[in-house]
């Protein structure tokens, strides 16, 4: 049985920056794509960054790209999420995800959250002002 654990959350100072981890078990992750995701108060689950975990191939959502950036440590069957010059926009609750895509390397983008099968329970991530 898949399960992923994340952590790393909390309240943070704008400016500031933190970590996120998602520790994956259950399962040989090398078909799979990991993704992270955050769902603010009243608002859709949206995309944020995914993994490939056989090579740690990348991809973000357009408006991640350069303050956030997804990791893998597959020693530690951990994925990661940093974030940088977090933003009060940024305040959320973060999931991690996974996705069994068939492929070694599957080369798909896989943004929406129906297209992952596991998820996490979530860390919450508040930005102050």
């Known amino acids: 049985q898949v399960q992923l654990v994340e952590s790393g959350g909390g309240l943070v100072q704008a400016g500031g920056s933190l970590t996120l981890s998602c520790v994956a078990s259950g399962r040989n992750f090398g078909n799979y794509i990991m993704g992270w995701f955050r769902q603010a108060p009243g608002k859709e689950r949206e995309f944020v960054a995914q993994?490939?975990?056989?090579?740690?191939?990348?991809y973000y959502r357009d408006s991640a790209k350069g303050r956030f950036t997804i990791s893998r440590d597959g020693a530690k069957s951990t994925v990661y999420l940093q974030i940088n010059d977090l933003k009060p926009e940024d305040t959320a609750v973060y999931y991690c995800a996974a996705a069994n895509t068939g492929l070694r390397y599957s080369t798909r983008t896989y943004s929406r959250p129906v297209e992952y099968e596991h998820w996490g329970q979530g860390t919450q991530v508040t930005v102050s002002t």
């Open positions: 993994i490939r975990w056989s090579d740690g191939n990348t």
